[in-house]
Structure formats: C-alpha cells, structure tokens
C-alpha cells in the first residue's frame, strides 16, 4: 500500500467552508478504474480528483474526476481546484498566467488571477451544446414546477462534457423557495440532472440551485460546469446578467454554503468559470 499525498479544498468560496469541497489525491498515476471509483465513493463527496501524468505534449497537468458513482469527462470546481492544486504541489508553473489542464473531455485552457497571495483559477469550459435528441417531460414544460412560475426560456437538456436539464423560474424567490421532487429529477431523460436559475436581485447577478440525484447528490453546493451551460445559454438568447459579459452566480445558500461562482465569456463565445479556492486539510492517503 502507497501513501500519497492528498488534500481537500473548498473551491467558488469566499471563506473557508462557503463553497464546495474537493478531494484531490496526487500520485495516482497508478491507481485503477475500480480502486479511484471506491475511494471517491467513500470520501462522499460531489467529486474527487486524482492527478497522472500527462499523455499530451502542451498538457501542464492531468487529471481524473469521480463522482461517488461515476467518472466525468468534465466538471468545474475540480477543474478550478485542480489548477489550483496543481500549482499549490508545483506539479506545474504558468506561463503568462495561463495553463493548460488534461482531462477526459481534452486540453482545456486555464487562466491564473493573482491578488498577493490569492490565487484564482478560471477553465474555459468545453462548448456547450443543447441535446434536441431528448424531450422534455411534461411536468417540466409546465408554468409551474412544483409550485414555482417558469421563467421565459424553456427548459432544455445542455451538455458541456456532463449532460444538465437547465430550467429558468420566475425570479429569486422562486429559485431559493424550491422544494424539489428529487425522484422525479433522478428520472429525468438523459441525464436525472436539473439545475434551476434566475436573475439574482440582492447580492449576486444570478442565483443557481443543482440537483444531481442521478450520480448520488441530492443538492450540490457549487457547480461550475452547469453555471458554465447556463452562461452559454443565457449568452445565446442575449441575455447574460452583469457587465462587459462577466458576472456573479450564487449558489449553495440554501445547504448552507454561499458560493460565489465568476462567469466570463470570451470574444469567441467561450466560457470561463472561475472563483477563490482554500486549502482546508491537509496530509496523506492509504488506499
């Protein structure tokens, strides 16, 4: 049995214990399918990553995302924890503040922002796209979903690399006062993923709830590859909230948390979903 190098983060967090933590083990580049999966499993929670070595030239890093029951090609608050990660462990060094991370989904950009001592990852997500290959259930297209007024757009199924139904409500209040039927998510055509939004009216330019009982997570804190899906739909029908294309989601309020997710996109309709990382343990695995 190896010991290895492991830590745990809070990532899209303000403070220590507001966003969403992030087990990251390092050294894994021998490590099976079957052993990650177990341990992901058993850390409990929405993700975990383990780093390898790269297999592409132009990659600084390389990494593995599980859920608790299944690999991503894609997600974002490992994605920005990992970058963060990567440079904690000096596994990589950027170049004019750019990475690049390797991942299942491909070769994805990374922007570093440094205040002092605080260093904020941004990943430019992969293409979003929406999937007309599934329809919407009824109970879905509705005015009313569980009781809470649908907003303009209708609801659709967007893939980024993780497939999410995306749902707009009326306002605020709706989003932070859903009480969702979580069976009814898990069944869910193509996905038994469903995140719910609105323009946010006190504190945030958008306000975001995610609800992944399909891969073992009732409610997640933060989720930047749906933040990074609703971005690109939101900028397709003209819509992005904020200023000059970037703005501020929140998320996680009603668990517990408070996360502050930094939405940007790019000259080439790219999205970038960034936010602060905290290193809130750290130590060694057996595994």
């Given at each position: 049995?190896?010991?290895?190098r492991?830590?745990?983060?809070?990532?899209?967090?303000?403070r220590?214990?507001?966003?969403?933590?992030?087990a990251v083990?390092?050294?894994?580049?021998?490590?099976?399918?079957?052993?990650?999966?177990?341990?992901?499993?058993?850390?409990?929670?929405?993700?975990?990553?383990?780093?390898?070595?790269?297999?592409?030239?132009?990659?600084?890093?390389?990494?593995?995302?599980?859920?608790?029951?299944?690999?991503?090609?894609?997600?974002?608050?490992?994605?920005?924890g990992?970058?963060?990660?990567?440079?904690?462990?000096?596994l990589?060094?950027?170049?004019?503040?750019?990475?690049?991370?390797?991942?299942?989904?491909?070769?994805?950009?990374?922007?570093?922002?440094?205040?002092?001592?605080?260093?904020?990852?941004?990943v430019?997500?992969?293409?979003a796209?929406?999937?007309?290959?599934?329809?919407a259930p009824?109970?879905?297209?509705?005015?009313?979903?569980?009781?809470?007024?649908?907003?303009?757009?209708?609801?659709?199924?967007?893939?980024?690399?993780?497939?999410?139904?995306?749902?707009?409500?009326?306002?605020?209040a709706?989003?932070?006062?859903?009480?969702?039927?979580?069976?009814?998510?898990?069944?869910?055509?193509?996905?038994?993923?469903?995140?719910?939004?609105?323009?946010?009216?006190s504190?945030?330019?958008?306000?975001?709830?995610?609800?992944?009982?399909?891969?073992?997570?009732?409610?997640?804190?933060?989720t930047?590859?749906?933040?990074?899906?609703?971005?690109?739909?939101?900028?397709?029908?003209?819509?992005?909230?904020?200023?000059?294309?970037?703005?501020?989601?929140?998320?996680g309020?009603?668990?517990?948390?408070?996360?502050?997710?930094?939405?940007?996109?790019?000259?080439e309709?790219?999205?970038?979903?960034?936010?602060?990382?905290?290193?809130?343990?750290?130590?060694?695995?057996?595994?």
């Amino acid at each position: 049995m190896q010991t290895r190098r492991y830590i745990q983060l809070d990532v899209f967090a303000p403070r220590p214990g507001a966003g969403n933590p992030l087990a990251v083990v390092y050294d894994a580049g021998d490590i099976d399918d079957a052993a990650m999966q177990a341990f992901a499993a058993w850390t409990n929670l929405s993700e975990t990553v383990f780093f390898l070595p790269p297999t592409a030239a132009q990659a600084d890093y390389r990494i593995r995302i599980f859920t608790p029951r299944m690999e991503l090609p894609f997600a974002g608050h490992p994605s920005v924890g990992a970058a963060w990660a990567a440079l904690d462990a000096g596994l990589a060094r950027e170049r004019d503040g750019r990475l690049v991370q390797e991942c299942a989904a491909g070769l994805l950009p990374v922007r570093i922002d440094r205040d002092g001592d605080d260093v904020q990852p941004s990943v430019r997500s992969p293409q979003a796209r929406v999937r007309e290959d599934v329809a919407a259930p009824a109970w879905l297209v509705a005015d009313t979903v569980w009781g809470a007024a649908r907003g303009a757009l209708a609801p659709a199924l967007w893939n980024n690399g993780p497939d999410w139904w995306l749902l707009e409500l009326a306002d605020e209040a709706a989003v932070r006062g859903l009480r969702p039927d979580l069976t009814a998510i898990a069944g869910l055509p193509g996905s038994g993923k469903l995140a719910v939004f609105a323009r946010g009216e006190s504190d945030s330019d958008l306000v975001v709830r995610a609800f992944a009982p399909a891969v073992g997570i009732a409610e997640d804190p933060a989720t930047g590859s749906v933040n990074a899906s609703i971005a690109a739909l939101l900028h397709r029908h003209g819509r992005l909230p904020g200023r000059g294309r970037r703005y501020i989601a929140s998320q996680g309020r009603e668990i517990g948390r408070d996360a502050r997710l930094a939405l940007e996109v790019d000259d080439e309709d790219g999205v970038w979903v960034g936010g602060r990382v905290h290193a809130v343990i750290r130590g060694t695995v057996d595994w």
